[in-house]
């Protein structure tokens, strides 16, 4: 993996795990592990989605999984419980 790319160590992700939804219809979700290291790596530097390294999976999943997170209040949800642990 290359240097510069942002990648949750494996306690980072142990730690986000039990906070991500499992009521998933339809297709399953791809690798949640890589695409939050993506939307991680854009927040971070501040690129712009269609910018994201292509090691990160599709550049539309990262923004949609952001964005559809985001309006489902998941990404709040997920700072709070890391913040109070």
Known sequence: MDDHLFWLTDEQFVRLASHLPTDTRGKARVDDRRVISGIIHVLKSGCRWVD???????RKTLYNRFVRWGDKG??????????SA
């Not at 994201?52 to 599709?58: E, H, L, M, Q």
């Not at 998941?74 to 913040?83: D, S, V, Y």
Request: proline letters at 12%; aromatic letters at 18%; a neutral charge.
């Open 74 to 83: 998941i990404w709040q949800n997920i700072f709070h419980a890391l913040a």
């Open 52 to 58: 994201a390294p292509s090691a990160y999976g599709p």
